[in-house]
């Protein structure tokens, strides 16, 4: 494998550690249509996928329940939920040495754009960032494989060498949405996916500064290939 030309982030569970908010206002937004919460294990399994898909088909709501439960949710998010999230260690170091490297980044997640626009801006993320990539129902924008997508065209326009985008997150949802856009992902080990979610990614990392030294080595093994090319 190449080395990345450009690098998509996922947010929750990947850059930021979310689940105390996220579970809190999903739980909210459950009581808030009659709906049962539950069990802690499971409302946190609720992060990172969308959560409609979330609320439709784990929980088990009609679609019209669903929504409101959603409309809940976001209004008990951008409440309360960013104020309970923290960056997780080693993250502005990681984003720090990417950037050293000249690669540029932007945040692909199923969080609303408002809200991933929000907590970018809380912790300090967004002058790292060429793009803070979320979901629209206005745009058209439901799915991570749609963000995913939008996320690659803003890089693309900024000037980023998009060639070959490397997407990096915590669940399999961020690896097989990756994969459908034609893109490789690396799972990271420190959010909220289990390690059998690694299964179709490139690569698995359990801190964030494995994944510089992952990247770094797929630079030194092209380096050398070039090398041994000069002196074929």
């Known amino acids: 494998m190449k080395p990345p030309t450009c690098v998509l982030l996922d947010l929750d569970g990947t850059l930021v550690d979310s689940a105390p908010g996220v579970t809190a206002c999903a ?5 808030s249509v009659g709906a049962p919460v539950p069990d802690a294990a499971t409302l946190r399994s609720f992060v990172g996928p969308p959560m409609y898909d979330t609320f439709r088909h784990v929980v088990g709501l009609d679609e019209p329940v669903a929504r409101a439960a959603l409309a809940a949710y976001r209004a008990a998010y951008a409440r309360d939920g960013a104020a309970a999230a923290a960056v997780y260690d080693g993250i502005p170091e990681l984003l720090d040495a990417l950037s050293a490297r000249g690669l ?10 408002d809200q991933a626009e929000l907590m970018a801006h809380r912790f300090g993320l967004g002058s790292r960032l060429l793009s803070v990539c979320g979901v629209c129902d206005e745009a058209g924008r439901t799915t991570k494989r749609q963000v995913i997508r939008e996320c690659v065209a803003r890089l693309r326009a900024s000037g980023a060498d998009v060639r070959r985008p490397l997407m990096v997150g915590d669940r399999a949802y961020d690896i097989e949405s990756a994969a459908a856009e034609g893109i490789p992902a690396v ?5 909220y996916g289990s390690p059998a ?3 179709h990614a490139v690569a698995s990392v359990v801190r964030p500064a494995e994944l510089v030294e992952w990247i770094e080595l797929l630079d030194n093994a092209e380096n050398g290939a070039e090398k041994e090319d000069e002196h074929a």
């Open 27 to 31: 739980a909210e937004a459950l009581r």
């Open 104 to 113: 540029p980044m932007g945040i692909a997640t199923s969080k609303v754009q």
């Open 187 to 191: 799972h990271v080990r420190w959010g």
């Open 197 to 199: 979610e690694s299964a």
